[in-house]
């Protein structure tokens, strides 16, 4: 039988990430391309400790089917954790907790999008962004970043020329905190010039924070959420990087009523979160783990960094930029115009080493001199080696292109 397809994944892309996963197992394979925690931050012994006491305790409702808006202490939980973090104010009610953060994107595409409609994203963005996105064939416009974020100035005008076209974007999408690809941070002014935007055109914000926590340099900067004052900001939320990711838990704080739509969609996918998963969350915030462990990670994740950007600086060329975030899990590297990314990929595969090439985060396509390099997962030795594999790899392409 040959089965006949929906539309509804045509314009949807393989990732890229997804399938260099494959090597990351392989002995001696050097991978910078999955946005993968180091292992050394699981707390394993506090999670089996937590594991048995949830069977021990609430076996029988942590094994049930759960509510679909979340465990109630859950949410109790994580309204003080962001209020204690981000100083963001929320309730319960406007609280959901999600299978990750990845299906919080899916879902508000698909509560706030109709097919063909606008939306605004960062260039580049979120490879998981793009994929819910076009799931839902929505439209994405994409605004350049530079050192400061996004550039509003642009949105804003991109904002304006979409409503005059009768194409008002529904609404703006955003990782203002260590983003994703490029690990950088967006400043106070552009912050506070977007929740103006947002006010002035009546749009929404979505704002991202999966590595807010993460932070090894520099002050700390409110998240739109707390500056917000209309009510205005869709927040996601997750303790993959916190907690470890195969627990699957994510969180989106919302207006009621968008939490509403967003709990009848989620019944129809999955009826809940994992029940389990949950209680071992709720007892991971109660008992202050998560207070014990974050500085664990920095410590770690810090040393990694650096020593990314010391090899950086050592092996690739003078042509080469790539940022210096101040937290987070990636940095960004840019390479000579005339390299194509995607194509050396497969020569740097072959070399034992892997990252994820430019345009799989770019809506536009136009990201095709740049890769995106992941620190926290490889040993610091694994670093220096596998910068050392591309810039070899990059000087080899760069001669022939600069001697033609």
């Not at 907790?97 to 509560?111: D, H, I, P, R």
Request: aromatic share 10%; charged share 25%; glycine share 8%.
């Amino acid at each position: 039988m040959q089965f006949r397809f929906s539309d509804s994944l045509k314009n949807v892309r393989p990732s890229e990430i997804r399938e260099l996963l494959k090597y990351a197992s392989a002995k001696d394979f050097i991978s910078f391309g999955g946005g993968m925690p180091n292992p050394l931050t699981f707390p394993m012994n506090d999670i089996k400790q937590i594991m048995d006491d949830v069977l021990a305790q609430y076996g029988a409702l942590a094994l049930q089917y759960g509510n679909t808006g979340g465990l109630n202490e859950l949410r109790t939980e994580i309204k003080t954790l962001v209020y204690d973090t981000e100083k963001i104010k929320t309730s319960e009610q406007n609280i959901i907790v999600t299978s990750g953060s990845q299906q919080g994107l899916y879902e508000l595409a698909k509560v706030l999008v109709n097919p063909g409609d606008t939306v605004i994203t960062e260039e580049p963005t979120y490879v998981g962004a793009i994929s819910a996105f076009d799931a839902n064939k929505t439209e994405m416009h994409s605004i350049p970043i530079d050192n400061d974020g996004m550039k509003t100035d642009l949105a804003e005008a991109e904002i304006k020329k979409l409503t005059a076209e009768g194409r008002k974007p529904k609404f703006i999408y955003t990782i203002p905190t260590f983003q994703n690809p490029t690990g950088i941070t967006m400043s106070l002014e552009r912050r506070k010039h977007l929740i103006e935007i947002s006010a002035q055109y009546e749009i929404p914000l979505v704002e991202d924070n999966p590595y807010g926590e993460l932070r090894y340099s520099g002050s700390r900067l409110p998240m739109l959420s707390a500056l917000d004052k209309d009510a205005s900001v869709i927040y996601l939320g997750t303790f993959s990087k916190v907690m470890c990711p195969g627990l699957r838990m994510g969180y989106t704080i919302g207006p009621e009523d968008f939490i509403n739509k967003f709990n009848l969609l989620k019944q129809a996918l999955d009826l809940s979160s994992s029940t389990f998963s949950q209680y071992v969350a709720w007892q991971y915030l109660k008992r202050g783990i998560i207070k014990q462990q974050i500085p664990k990670s920095i410590e770690l994740y810090r040393k990694k960094r650096d020593a990314m950007l010391k090899a950086l600086d050592e092996h690739f060329p003078d042509t080469a930029t790539w940022s210096r975030p101040d937290g987070g899990m990636f940095l960004w590297a840019t390479v000579d115009s005339k390299i194509n990314t995607t194509d050396m990929l497969k020569d740097a595969v072959q070399e034992g080493v892997a990252y994820v090439s430019g345009n799989a985060f770019s809506p536009s396509r136009i990201q095709g001199s740049s890769m995106r390099l992941n620190f926290t997962f490889s040993e610091e030795d694994q670093i220096y080696r596998g910068i050392e594999k591309l810039g070899n790899l990059i000087h080899k392409k760069v001669g022939p292109l600069q001697s033609s």
